[in-house]
């Protein structure tokens, strides 16, 4: 079975603070998504990556940053945290054959104070 | 551009009677559809997906969903409801290529009571 770990399930951090959330995969899976998940909203694409250092930008990209230097691993940076990226966070992995199934990880619900 | 719509926040079944989630597409081309389950505090998980060819598909927990292209949608099934279905389903929509980036709905809460 395909695991996709979140570093941590809960964070609470401070505004203006840099926050750092991670994500790793154990498939060897070239496709990694991040997404926020909003009630009412459903789950909106951050930002994506199609291979190591590669990215490109999601739905919601603003205020976000990520790094993929190693293939197993997609990192999601909040540069200056704010109020409004309080949320849960998911991160997914997926193979290259498409259209390929997306394995989600547990989340990450972030709160920022 | 792709969009998913599922017009029922919230649907309440007794349980042993068939349940159904309703999801409608729109792209500009053929669709690539799936449905996912999502359990309190827990990440999506996958229940199944449309690719091409019979329109029924089958998946997971005894759940199936049936594409139907003249009414774009792809609404979820269950013939037999039980108390632990009940969770948040969302349905996505991709048109494959660019990394395969699924569009999702905002989900439906499904409860499911005794």
């Known amino acids: 079975d395909v695991k996709v770990t979140q570093s941590s399930r809960y964070l609470v951090k401070r505004t203006g603070e840099k926050v750092f959330l991670e994500c790793v995969q154990d498939m060897d899976h070239e496709n990694m998504f991040w997404y926020r998940q909003d009630p009412g909203l459903g789950l909106r694409l951050i930002y994506f990556s199609y291979d190591v250092k590669m990215k490109e930008k999601g739905d919601i990209p603003e205020g976000y940053s990520v790094s993929r230097e190693k293939k197993e691993r997609f990192s999601l940076i909040l540069e200056s945290a704010s109020t409004n990226q309080t949320s849960m966070y998911l991160c997914?992995?997926?193979?290259?054959?498409?259209?390929?199934?997306?394995?989600f990880g547990d989340g990450t619900r972030l709160s920022i104070l | 551009a792709q969009s998913v719509a599922q017009p029922e926040d919230q649907v309440n079944v007794a349980e042993g009677n068939p349940l159904t989630v309703k999801c409608t597409y729109s792209?500009?081309?053929?669709?690539?559809l799936f449905w996912y389950v999502q359990y309190p505090n827990r990440g999506l998980q996958f229940l199944l997906k449309y690719i091409t060819g019979d329109n029924l598909v089958k998946g997971s927990y005894g759940f199936e969903a049936e594409f139907n292209k003249s009414q774009t949608s792809f609404h979820l099934k269950k013939p037999s409801a039980l108390v632990s279905d009940s969770a948040l389903y969302f349905c996505?929509?991709?048109?494959?290529?660019?990394?395969?980036?699924?569009?999702f709905g905002t989900g439906t809460q499904l409860k499911v009571e005794l």
């Open positions: 996505a929509v991709t048109m494959g290529g660019g990394g395969n980036k699924l569009t």
């Open positions: 997914a992995s997926s193979d290259g054959q498409g259209p390929p199934t997306q394995h």
């Open positions: 792209v500009s081309g053929n669709p690539y």
